[in-house]
């Protein structure tokens, strides 16, 4: 196994069997892997500890063709380990049990073992856990890959004992690279103007393996006539962005879109709300989350945004896919372009903190309502003015508990509707300390 051989590779047809471009030109060494620089560059994290001699577990986190495969296998060939591949997707508690046992056989005899775990984050907490003993003792270097965070899909437990490493979506640097190597294996180039070659590693979306199976199909036809953007639209697919609606993609978008509104930045939140769309997303989840946009970052700089924010949301309700997305864009032009203020959004979390901090102090009698004999004997309701009977219907009376030193929990931002209503805080303030005399 080491070195990262497969059963299949050493069976009597692998030697003869065709192996897909993709598996031709996957890298034979750290130095050919491409888009990783600042893992495995000179100055690198990863090189460091290969430089060193030495390999601590680690889990690879990144896109889907970004290399976490590859550098797996590579970082077992530079520290001479055995190569002992998994898969969370097909594997489990008895799959593990003997990679572990044939483990530690290997270390009575002198040599270690890195498990290489593919979609580790598919391993529910009991096999999460069960990597533990092995990795501490040193029997197994766990090098795990995943798409999603690790923070939110893996143990904490596992977490701590392992380094994790994020790997960068590839670009057309690294794509470029890769053609050209596709290009001398094959020994001719892609029949493709420069045009669509660009196109074809925007199709790509980030994916090399994608790339490579897409200019393994080019190669496939046979033609030498060089193709545009259209033709190659019609050979080739574009790669679905990657988009899953209960993992880490959902919540990316999401707070991408919701920052781009906060930011009113118009343009860029009608993009991630695009992408959530074409992505699959619930529209009854962005429609929920723009109506708390509307409060937590709109508030009462534009009272609308929030009547706006629902009436799209039931609009969509009425109208569906994909008449009622037009709702729900509007709505988002309608919070983008909006004034902003969090002042209320931040009032709310002031006066919880104040509550939790000062306990159960009663209101003021003076506010409080008599309606026993005995309450009125006790002073409940004494004192109190109606607003309404007063000048400018604003009495001036304290309603905060008597030993509570008043506290400026909202303070309005001067734009939009709340410049207004800061102007009539400062006029109610003033009344406040001329009749009672502050």
């Not at 009575?108 to 290489?116: A, P, S």
């Not at 790509?204 to 639209?233: C, F, I, K």
Request: proline fraction near 5%; aromatic fraction near 8%.
């Amino acid at each position: 196994m080491a070195g990262g051989a497969t059963g299949f590779e050493n069976s009597l047809f692998g030697a003869d069997a065709p192996r897909p471009l993709a598996d031709r030109l996957r890298p034979k060494t750290i130095d050919d892997v491409v888009g990783q620089d600042h893992l495995l560059g000179p100055e690198g994290s990863i090189r460091r500890f290969l430089d060193q001699g030495r390999l601590t577990s680690l889990i690879l986190w990144g896109t889907p063709g970004c290399g976490k495969t590859t550098i797996a296998r590579l970082l077992a060939d530079h520290t001479d380990l055995a190569f002992e591949p998994l898969s969370a997707i097909f594997s489990g508690v008895a799959d593990l049990r003997k990679v572990f046992d044939r483990a530690e056989s290997r270390r009575m005899q002198g040599q270690g073992t890195c498990l290489f775990v593919d979609e580790i984050h598919r391993f529910n907490k009991a096999q999460q856990d069960s990597f533990l003993p092995y990795v501490e003792n040193g029997t197994i270097i766990l090098v795990g890959a995943t798409t999603e965070n690790p923070s939110f899909e893996l143990n904490a437990a596992l977490l701590s004992r392992c380094q994790v490493f994020v790997l960068n979506r590839l670009e057309h640097d690294a794509f470029e690279i890769m053609l050209q190597r596709a290009e001398e294996e094959e020994g001719r180039t892609l029949p493709l103007t420069q045009e669509a070659r660009w196109a074809l590693m925007d199709m790509a979306d980030g994916d090399g393996r994608y790339l490579l199976n897409m200019a393994e199909a080019l190669y496939a036809l046979g033609t030498s006539n060089e193709m545009d953007v259209e033709e190659l639209g019609r050979v080739v697919q574009k790669r679905l962005p990657v988009y899953d609606k209960g993992q880490d993609s959902h919540y990316n978008l999401v707070s991408a879109l919701h920052k781009a509104v906060r930011g009113s930045d118009v343009d860029a939140a009608l993009y991630w709300l695009g992408r959530m769309l074409e992505g699959g997303e619930d529209p009854n989840f962005i429609a929920r989350r723009l109506l708390v946009m509307s409060y937590e970052d709109i508030g009462m700089a534009d009272p609308n945004a929030a009547v706006q924010a629902l009436n799209a949301w039931q609009t969509f309700e009425r109208l569906g896919n994909p008449e009622g997305q037009m709702a729900l864009s509007q709505a988002v032009v309608y919070l983008a372009t909006a004034p902003k203020s969090n002042a209320q959004y931040k009032s709310l979390k002031a006066a919880k903190g104040l509550a939790k901090e000062t306990g159960s102090l009663p209101p003021p009698k003076h506010i409080l309502n008599a309606p026993t004999k005995m309450m009125r004997e006790m002073g409940y309701g004494v004192g109190y003015q109606y607003d309404h009977d007063s000048e400018d219907g604003f009495s001036g009376q304290n309603f905060f508990p008597e030993n509570l030193a008043r506290e400026k929990l909202y303070q309005p931002v001067e734009r939009g509707f709340e410049r207004d209503v800061n102007k009539r805080l400062e006029y109610w303030e003033g009344l406040r300390k001329k009749r009672n005399k502050i």
